[in-house]
């Protein structure tokens, strides 16, 4: 195992930078870069204690003043000896510590190293290794819980109880299988299908959250559709907190869409503002309409306007119904604090799917705005996953999905009543795809892909 470096923190000029060292020569090399003030060496002191000195460059020259700490294996993060130095955040000061490690034993990190170090030493399996990377990303505060949740082995419990029930089934098909001649008496039919139904629907209840996790982590597509001038890129502005759009009494001023991401009720929106949509013969408008509806066809969520200070019109029908295709929409009613013209139809008879919610809106007072992420929080933050937990990649919810086809072959072989090998090879299946979920049985390609998403230094 080679001893690694890099720096842990940002390339730009910060208030504190991070240097990070891990390997069989770790603490030898944190000696040669780092003078404690006490005098004493850097490994002499209390693990995980802070300790005043100075950093040395790779001319054994003092660079900055700094607090380090040691992390000795295999109590660590990575399981492996460990040093961490923290620095003022100039990014010269920490490329000559580097440097200096670099002099004394050490090579550059590569991305994710720190983690894979971790993982290969069994301090971390594949789904904390994967949460390590989604808790840094997590753009909203529940995706950072479900990621902290991984990152505490919530969906390793999960899919070691399913293992457990599986390994019971399979080592007394094994019993069986091996010794056919013996009187085995605990290979009890019932006893089986029991085992096979709670794995059954503990998997398919994990299965069940990967939406919501995807949501999660990458947040609801959500179009933003209405007449020109109904208010479309005052309410994305609104929503942002800025003025991101462009914003006039003339209509058709957007003419392409703008995305951008905000949390609104704790759920995170990849919003879009679209261009007005209307009958025009404008072939720059038109590409625009074009690309409003494309983006509402694949939009998670809808927001439909229709300017409640003007008479409703065919065109804001024609919205509502293309809204109403859509499993989730909200109907918002713009401009609420101008006198009221617009009379909605029976919206019944006019879209296929209900809105979840129809929302009088002011984005000058912000009137209904707590109502829309009221909404957008009651459609999207329903039912707590199991344990806490979500599958946030499909690769997870590949795994997971293979290992609930498998149990369910094996439940139907068994009330076939198929012999034990049949029965036996499903069971195995179910276990190898739970192995890829945990990476006890994961290819070395899958690996690399998964750690080649982390940045440099963790």
């Not at 004394?104 to 789904?127: C, H, I, K, V």
């Not at 013996?182 to 006893?191: F, T």
């Not at 982590?217 to 959500?222: A, E, F, I, L, M």
């Not at 869409?257 to 949509?277: P, Q, W």
């Amino acid at each position: 195992m080679d001893t690694i470096a890099a720096v842990a923190t940002g390339s730009g000029v910060s208030a504190i930078g991070v240097l990070r060292v891990s390997g069989p020569a770790a603490l030898t090399a944190a000696d040669a870069v780092f003078r404690p003030r006490d005098g004493r060496p850097l490994s002499a002191h209390a693990p995980r204690a802070m300790v005043f000195g100075a950093l040395l460059g790779p001319d054994g020259e003092a660079v900055d003043e700094c607090l380090a700490v040691v992390f000795p294996g295999p109590h660590s993060y990575t399981g492996e000896d460990s040093a961490e130095f923290h620095c003022h955040g100039s990014p010269i000061v920490l490329q000559e510590g580097l440097a200096a490690l670099f002099a004394n034993g050490a090579r550059q990190a590569g991305p994710g190293e720190f983690t894979r170090q971790a993982f290969l030493n069994g301090r971390l399996d594949l789904t904390e290794a994967e949460a390590v990377i989604d808790l840094i990303d997590a753009e909203s505060a529940a995706a950072a819980k479900n990621a902290l949740a991984q990152l505490g082995g919530s969906l390793r419990r999960l899919a070691e109880g399913v293992r457990e029930a599986l390994v019971d089934v399979a080592s007394r098909f094994y019993a069986v299988v091996d010794y056919p001649d013996e009187d085995i008496g605990d290979v009890r039919p019932e006893d089986i299908a029991a085992a096979l139904r709670r794995s059954e629907e503990a998997l398919t209840a994990l299965l069940a959250t990967f939406r919501r996790g995807q949501v999660l982590r990458s947040g609801v597509p959500t179009a933003i559709l209405g007449r020109p001038n109904a208010g479309k890129s005052s309410l994305l502005n609104a929503l942002l907190g800025y003025e991101r759009a462009i914003v006039t009494d003339i209509p058709g001023t957007t003419r392409d869409t703008v995305e951008e991401k905000c949390v609104v009720g704790g759920v995170l929106l990849r919003l879009i503002d679209t261009a007005g949509l209307r009958e025009t013969e404008d072939a720059v408008e038109k590409m625009g309409t074009e690309r409003a509806r494309r983006a509402a066809e694949d939009a998670g969520l809808v927001l439909a306007l229709v300017d409640g200070s003007r008479p409703f019109t065919p065109e804001d029908a024609a919205i509502l119904r293309l809204a109403g295709e859509k499993a989730h929409w909200i109907l918002v009613l713009s401009k609420s604090d101008l006198p009221r013209e617009a009379v909605l139809p029976e919206l019944s008879g006019l879209t296929g799917t209900p809105p979840a919610a129809v929302i009088s809106l002011s984005v000058r007072t912000g009137a209904g705005m707590a109502e829309l992420e009221a909404s957008v929080s009651a459609l999207f933050s329903r039912g707590e996953a199991p344990g806490g937990s979500l599958l946030t990649n499909p690769r997870q919810a590949d795994a997971v999905g293979r290992a609930l086809d498998a149990v369910r072959r094996a439940e139907e072989s068994l009330s076939l009543g198929m012999t034990p090998d049949v029965i036996l090879t499903d069971a195995e299946e179910a276990l190898s795809a739970l192995g890829e979920l945990t990476g006890s049985t994961a290819r070395e390609d899958i690996t690399d892909a998964i750690f080649s998403r982390f940045c440099v230094g963790k």
